[in-house]
């Protein structure tokens, strides 16, 4: 017996000893997968919340492949189509995109390209066919390879690229298959038919609920863009002509420049998203109070000048929380000017994406552009004035060039405000009658909304 | 005969009128139609001669396609996949990108994609068939629907987008195509089967003749465009010393200035290019003198401060030409340590892009930075000095604008320069030994040649 309890005590060992690293190896894999689980949960919130319209577009998608596959499950329709339904769930997928504009334009390039591609492929497997059986796929041959060769290089065209890229990919495609199972399957013209047929149910299916559920409309966004961009220079502006007589060592001072910096990065990277945006709203019909004739490029011109002048503000940045030794008086008259010039510059850019946002004229930024104008005279004449006489140059270096740097920076912004008003006349925008400000500013989420009530104090 | 030759005349008169209008439509036609032609064939020169890997890559997908359809064209082949091997020509069509990363990219995602969703389509098949046949397409709808809106969801997670997103796509379709006809076709793995083979043979194609036949590598572009970037940057600081104390009536200033800013507003344009081709040189393997562990990151953060650099020297550009109404003494002895900084700076950054265009340590540059960092300093001694003393601050307002933007400029190249090293450690570049600069420069194309020469005035 006692010999039988060692053998087990020494059979337990071991045995205790297994569990509790396979324990380990559990717990240390299960505490990887809780954390993984909880970062993409957390993800995914953001994601959700930054955005609900992905959620919705997440659900229209699918929607429109689940009607689509109707197609397969009842009888009645299947009977039309047969295999080829596929080619309906297919252009589904592959149509459906977040904005309308996307979508309609995917739609329209597949749909035009398929029935091009078609049409010529089955040209090219008729004129193929006459020289006789034995020579017909080496004509297929020739004529895939050229087709295909000739349109792959019409991708490089910018004006292609730019809108009916998708569209040559299509007609290459379409052209190849139609010419290639053509050489099997002698009722191409009922191929091409069908596969036409099912493309066109495929694509109205994309643009029927895309239109109609939620829609997300390529222009709005492209006309928020720049108007955001436009409030983002004027929270800079604003916030500038606080902070800049400030010591580094304030408390809110580096979140604050942190944001600010944010900010400006976001308008300098915003041209590619401008651009795609700019090319997707060129597709979209008449929607809100954007008309069919509605100036699109005009943006690209303001968003343009929008980088340039956060391009100035980059440089103006680095000039925040100067070492200045320069005497308290003379600090004190620049500060007015200074701030007058800032503050003013960033009231009429906001002014500006006030009016761009409601559809109105910008007739109230005037006043502020003019006032920014005559602290900017007002700067000069007291760069002018002797108080400077008696410091160093390189003292009152940093000063200079915050001036000189305002005052080129009034100039873009005189240049925004023209862009603006064309736009404006072209878009035919209604004149302003009552607009409430504050609340709106205070609504346009940038993340910064603390700075905004700051920027008031200068 | 009298009457008859008047009727004649009169039946003349309306004829000769109708070829003439004719004539003259025809005319205009035709001529608009060989404008057109000669338009077009003048950009197809252009998009050819800029770069001429553009044909290349037309032939090869013209190439691939054909040796793809090779597949329907012989009966042995043809035996094996049956209609299936259209989806080889398919994906040959949508996978076969410009350069190797995006093709391997496409194609291991696509690869990848068919197999997860063919998989994962074949269990929710056997799943919904469960319950029994009536209640089969129920359960198969709600399959569908839950994946399509869960994956489309996925597709805004930056990550995925950034990588995965094609292959996001494919996976909706194949899962899709795959459950939707399943419920006809019985024979769902060997459906699965036969596509994933299929779209195996499309993807190894392209792969194939994209890295065989005159490979484009994404991670070499995007080695060449950082270069680029810099090289740009060094002539501008080159020629910006050179023309800061022209006049604007000088006879070469204009052309030579809208070359400057063009190069600027290149560098500044670049960053989505930068990352889209960052994204596609992380699929690529080892090629050239790029190892498959190549630190193709560093590009990212050696481009960002080059855009930042550029945002200087936009601001800098502003002060081209200036009224300067200081004494010529004066001026001359700014000119001097201006023109030192500004063509120091040139110089290191010159030495940098060499440096990475020919894969060596940029021990080159260092010399020159700290040339550029000694006249910084003097500058500010200058600044220091009375010779200002009896000038109004407004009349040498711009002088120290752009005394103070060179300095802040060196500061920014120093910290290229930082990044350049520690790529140059991380991606182990070679000693520098003897490059010769001048021939490398004057090979760099970058529309701007005369400018370099002119650089060297300086």
Chains 1, 2 share one sequence.
């Not at 337990?12 to 970062?39: C, G, R, W």
């Not at 304030?250 to 944001?259: C, K, L, R, S, W």
């Not at 800032?342 to 003019?370: D, Q, V």
């Not at 920076?409 to 607009?435: G, H, M, N, P, R």
């Amino acid at each position: 017996m006692i010999n039988g309890k060692r053998e087990s005590k020494e059979m337990e060992s071991p045995n205790q000893e297994k569990p509790s690293l396979f324990n380990s190896m559990f717990k240390a894999k299960y505490d990887k997968i809780t954390t993984d689980v909880s970062h993409i949960s957390q993800i995914t919130k953001e994601l959700a919340q930054d955005d609900p319209r992905r959620v919705v577009h997440s659900i229209k998608v699918a929607f429109a492949i689940t009607v689509v596959s109707l197609f397969y499950y009842f009888d009645p329709l299947y009977e039309g189509f047969g295999v080829g339904a596929m080619w309906a769930v297919l252009t589904v997928v592959v149509v459906f995109e977040f904005s309308v504009g996307a979508t309609l334009g995917k739609g329209v390039n597949r749909v035009l390209a398929t029935i091009l591609g078609g049409m010529l492929a089955v040209g090219a497997h008729r004129l193929s066919s006459l020289p006789g059986k034995k020579l017909e796929p080496f004509c297929l041959g020739v004529c895939v390879f050229i087709t295909a060769g000739v349109t792959t290089f019409l991708r490089f065209f910018p004006k292609m690229k730019a809108r009916f890229d998708y569209g040559v990919l299509i007609f290459i495609l379409t052209f190849s298959l139609i010419c290639v199972s053509g050489y099997r399957d002698d009722e191409v013209i009922d191929m091409a038919h069908k596969r036409i047929t099912t493309i066109l149910i495929g694509s109205s299916t994309s643009v029927i609920v895309c239109v109609v559920i939620c829609p997300v409309w390529a222009g709005t966004d492209l006309h928020k863009l720049v108007a955001t961009n436009l409030l983002t220079l004027a929270l800079f502006f604003q916030e500038f002509g606080v902070e800049y007589f400030k010591t580094s060592s304030d408390e809110i001072a580096n979140d604050n420049n942190e944001a600010l910096l944010d900010g400006l990065k976001n308008v300098l990277d915003s041209k590619n998203n401008l651009d795609s945006l700019l090319n997707l709203a060129k597709w979209e019909p008449r929607h809100g109070r954007f008309k069919g004739s509605h100036p699109w490029t005009q943006y690209q011109k303001i968003g343009e000048l929008a980088r340039h002048c956060a391009c100035r503000a980059e440089a103006l940045h680095g000039f925040i929380y100067p070492h200045l030794q320069i005497p308290k008086e003379v600090k004190s008259k620049f500060r007015e000017t200074r701030c007058k010039m800032s503050s003013e510059s960033g009231i009429a850019l906001k002014e500006l994406s006030l009016a761009m946002k409601k559809m109105t004229k910008p007739s109230k930024a005037k006043p502020h552009l003019i006032n920014a104008k005559q602290a900017a005279q007002n700067l000069n004449l007291l760069l002018k004035s002797n108080i400077w006489k008696n410091l160093n140059l390189s003292e009152v270096t940093s000063v200079a060039t915050v001036a000189t740097l305002l005052v080129d920076i009034v100039t873009c912004i005189q240049e925004i405000a023209d862009a603006v008003e064309e736009l404006a006349s072209l878009a035919k925008f209604k004149d302003f009658k009552d607009v409430k400000v504050a609340p709106q500013i205070e609504k346009a989420k940038l993340g910064n909304q603390g700075s905004i009530k700051r920027a008031f104090l200068c």
